[in-house]
């Protein structure tokens, strides 16, 4: 029964992410990936990371992605809109290359300890919920915890001011 | 119960998306794709470090999935404000049209 939620879960991922590299339409592609992060957070509720699929709703599917339609929007993008996807060889060897990869990566790991304990160390029973991640976080992960405010603070600032208009005219 | 899928599923779709976010930076050539790719590429690594902290019964993959997610947002942040400001000067989002750094 879990396998087939695996498999559908995946299944949605992975079509997502396919199309997100395959769509020419950029609005389509991030709608994609918009479907192929949701996928993740069903992912993350069957590995018991109920915080961390909560995150991963609230930063990417509902900041990072609605940014990155907001910027989609701004541009013009008429010219690419009804083109139909170019074949280029690369696109073909690559995609190739890929599967093959993946196919050898599957069957290595699979292959490596056939019998690997999926149940692994025991855990207890609030696994994966945001008091046992706080512990975690606030306590072996204080120090980049600070700094990844540090640097979230940065980030904020340089975008602001890479994006304005008047630093690049003042500049020149 | 949900613990019987092995870890290596994980660990293969993880590295498929992987793979693919790869596949779309290297073949695409609109700059926006490519940020999209990258996203791809880092939801990827996310996916391995929590089913590895499924599997260990350790928090601490969650922690730094977490920091990975913020730093993914970050830096998704400030590379699009970049695109912004690249297209307001080239007035195209083509990455071979983007060489004028070539030299």
């Known amino acids: 029964m879990d396998v087939v939620v695996f498999v559908i879960l995946a299944g949605l991922t992975l079509t997502g992410a396919l199309l997100t590299i395959l769509w020419t339409n950029p609005l389509r592609s991030a709608l994609s990936l918009l479907v192929a992060l949701v996928g993740l957070a069903g992912l993350y509720v069957t590995l018991l990371a109920h915080f961390l699929a909560a995150m991963q709703l609230l930063v990417y599917a509902g900041a990072v992605m609605v940014l990155f339609v907001f910027v989609i929007m701004l541009f013009d993008t008429t010219e690419q809109e009804d083109r139909p996807l170019e074949i280029r060889p690369i696109g073909v060897v690559g995609g190739l290359a890929t599967l093959m990869v993946v196919g050898k990566f599957t069957k290595v790991v699979s292959s490596v300890r056939p019998g690997i304990d999926t149940t692994g160390e025991p855990f207890g029973e609030n696994f994966g919920s945001i008091e046992a991640v706080a512990d975690v976080l606030f306590g072996q992960f204080m120090l980049p915890f600070e700094l990844l405010s540090l640097l979230l603070l940065v980030a904020v600032v340089g975008a602001v001011v890479v994006a304005r208009q008047r630093f690049w005219r003042e500049s020149k | 119960m949900i613990g019987d899928i092995p870890l290596y599923y994980y660990l293969a779709l993880s590295f498929a998306l992987l793979g693919i976010g790869v596949l779309g930076m290297l073949v695409r050539k609109n700059?926006?794709?490519?940020?999209?790719?990258?996203?791809?590429?880092?939801?990827g690594a996310n996916l391995a470090f929590v089913a590895y902290a499924r599997f260990r019964g350790d928090e601490a993959g969650h922690v730094i999935s977490f920091f990975v997610m913020a730093l993914a947002a970050a830096e998704a942040a400030v590379g699009l404000a970049l695109v912004i400001a690249v297209y307001r000067h080239f007035k195209t989002l083509h990455i071979d049209k983007l060489n004028t750094l070539r030299g």
Request: aromatic share 0%.
């Open chain 2, 31 to 43: 700059v926006l794709i490519m940020l999209m790719s990258l996203e791809l590429m880092l939801n």
